[in-house]
């Protein structure tokens, strides 16, 4: 008899017992031969949030973090409960980690693996990896400062300083030249005509931040003879890395735009606020 049995259980969040529809938040492991038991869930549940308007995030993360308790109680005391699950583990499970009032949690039923490297975690791990690999690169992905994010940040810096200005401020402008055409988020009239785009370089390799600002130079300076025509002038956003290490290569990015042979200039998010200053500033004026 292989003594290197474990299971596992994925623990699903079903918003409508009518439909079943569910969304695995959590995994269960009981490791009998080296008596642990472990728990992991992600850490932000924003894919739930955003699937499902009346989700309660705030409960279903506290149900999380009981089962975690409760996993590592067991883990301490296995003795205590050694018995119970060996005999049942479904029913065990039942009645030490789901609460009364956690009736959108349930666990799916029981699945058996083998224990194959001598590291149990790394193997809890790595089936957690497996199952939620992608639920967590989504969640990376969603707090990047991108140019959504910024384009949110700046409408809602403009609008706390003054309703009002909303209205005079036009959305989603297309310029166009010979050989290109080109979206730009917002623009505001002063002078000139202020063309806003956002530009994000909370990216991940250095390569990545390079391509990415020469490609817009190479645009913005297509659309130079339609600027001077029009007399527009660019206003360009940027959000920098989340690495530290990719700061050198945000610098040279920032380098390449501040050469533009075109009217524009460089805000970074620090200064986002002072520039939504000076928009509501101008419209108010105006």
Request: aromatic letters at 12%; hydrophobic letters at 35%; proline letters at 3%.
């Amino acid at each position: 008899m292989n003594t290197n049995i474990f299971t596992y259980s994925l623990l699903r969040y079903v918003h409508s017992a009518s439909s079943g529809e569910a969304l695995n938040v959590g995994i269960l492991f009981i490791f009998p031969e080296q008596k642990q038991v472990i728990f992991h869930a992600p850490n932000k549940l924003s894919r739930l949030s955003h699937t499902y308007q009346n989700f309660s995030e705030w409960l279903v993360k506290a149900h999380l973090k009981g089962i975690k308790q409760k996993a590592q109680q067991v883990s301490s005391e296995w003795n205590l409960f050694s018995d119970e699950i060996l005999r049942d583990q479904r029913a065990f499970i039942a009645r030490e980690f789901l609460l009364e009032d956690a009736t959108a949690l349930q666990f799916s039923d029981l699945r058996v693996g083998v224990l194959d490297m001598d590291d149990y975690n790394c193997l809890a791990k790595s089936y957690y990896e497996l199952y939620f690999g992608d639920y967590e690169e989504q969640e990376q992905k969603e707090h990047q400062r991108n140019e959504k994010y910024i384009s949110q940040k700046l409408y809602k810096n403009i609008i706390a300083k003054s309703k009002d200005v909303e209205q005079y401020l036009q959305k989603d402008i297309i310029v166009e030249s010979p050989e290109l055409t080109l979206k730009f988020e917002y623009g505001w009239q002063n002078l000139k005509k202020h063309l806003i785009k956002p530009l994000a370089f909370d990216l991940e390799t250095e390569e990545g931040i390079q391509e990415k600002s020469a490609r817009n130079f190479g645009y913005l300076t297509l659309l130079n003879q339609t600027a001077k025509e029009k007399n527009y002038t660019f206003d360009i956003l940027v959000s920098r890395p989340s690495s530290k290490k990719l700061f050198p290569s945000y610098d040279k990015a920032l380098r390449v735009l501040e050469s533009l042979p075109t009217s524009k200039k460089i805000i970074e998010e620090p200064q986002f606020d002072d520039y939504s200053g000076e928009i509501v500033g101008h419209i108010v004026r105006r």
